[in-house]
């Protein structure tokens, strides 16, 4: 069984600052399978240690109800369940909430993010059973486009969940020409016409795998995050310390954005004045 190192850490402190692993970001409405895919990337699964996937490593929802409450990073030395170089996960809240927090959500994912500073990859998650860009989904993506700019999108890929690799699951999807290369070109396009983003990566999990499943399958699963793994590894590192804009057609998040870039702006006025201050001190026990 592989051995896993996982350090589950308060992203309210200040745990990640001065860290150099990468970190992926994973976002998308609520029951496409977010913690069910962190829970693939840290190969919680693959390990089989908890059958009850509301006590995951990522906790994962067996109704429609969703079982991420709050923006959650963790750190590890592993990829599906491998021993490798450390990085970070961070799994967010869904949108289309079902007790409808989505403003809550959003702001306080933007705070965590701000806190983390940076981010080399970020999922965009789809049910690859029904891919849909949701109107929550496109309001959460021209939010951060708005808060970070739209450098963010160099970042991005989309994932499909729920794409089995099992030979029937093929069959079906090449009848209803609903295969890889199909979502692909379908994808690339929305997010060419509507961000102006070219070549959008798109990456296929089967997050249902375990690991006594078909050796075929398993290996699909590993090349997919492989790619996300190259992607996160060499990409540049995106900075989303600055909220840029506070664009936004919700007058409550817009409330919470605002406040968001006066704290901001506080912290680096603080910053600034404790620097001329050791400056000041430094030159003053000079002269003395
Ligand atoms: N068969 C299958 N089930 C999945 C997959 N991804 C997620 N699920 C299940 O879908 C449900 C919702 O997943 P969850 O990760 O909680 O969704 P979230 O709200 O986006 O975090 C859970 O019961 C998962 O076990 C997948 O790729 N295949
Ligand atoms: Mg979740």
Not at 26 to 36: D, F, R
Request: hydrophobic letters at 30%; a positive charge.
């Amino acid at each position: 069984m592989a051995s896993r190192v996982i350090q589950r850490n308060n992203v309210s402190g200040r745990a990640f600052c001065g860290r150099s692993d990468p970190v992926v970001c994973v976002i998308g409405h609520t029951g496409v399978g977010k913690s069910a895919f962190c829970n693939t990337l840290v190969g919680s699964k693959i390990e089989g240690q908890e059958e009850d996937i509301t006590k995951r490593e990522f906790p994962e929802s067996s109704g429609i109800t969703s079982m991420t409450n709050d923006t959650c990073a963790v750190s590890g030395k592993c990829w599906l369940g491998k021993k490798g170089d450390e990085f970070t996960i961070i799994d967010t809240p869904g949108l289309g909430d079902s007790r409808g927090k989505d403003v809550h959500n959003i702001t306080q994912m933007l705070r965590t993010l701000t806190k983390i500073g940076s981010v080399n990859a970020f999922c965009i998650l789809f049910n690859g059973g029904m891919p849909r860009m949701s109107d929550q989904l496109r309001d959460m993506l021209e939010i951060f486009a708005g808060c970070f700019g739209s450098g963010f999108f160099n970042n991005a890929m989309c994932v499909f969940t729920h794409w089995a690799y099992d030979k029937k699951s093929k069959r079906k999807r090449k009848k209803t020409q609903s295969t890889e290369k199909d979502r692909r070109t379908e994808f690339q396009k929305l997010f060419l016409e509507k961000y102006n983003v070219k070549a959008i990566p798109c990456i296929f999990i089967d997050n249902s795998l375990d690991d006594d499943d078909d050796v075929d399958e398993l290996r699909a699963l590993e090349d997919q995050v492989g790619i996300i793994k190259h992607f996160a590894e060499t990409i540049d590192t995106f900075e989303c310390q600055d909220i840029l804009a506070v664009k936004t057609k919700y007058a409550k998040l817009r409330e919470g954005l605002e406040k968001l870039k006066r704290e901001q702006q506080a912290e680096r006025q603080a910053a600034q004045s404790a620097r001329s201050r050791s400056r000041s001190n430094a030159s003053s026990s000079r002269k003395r």
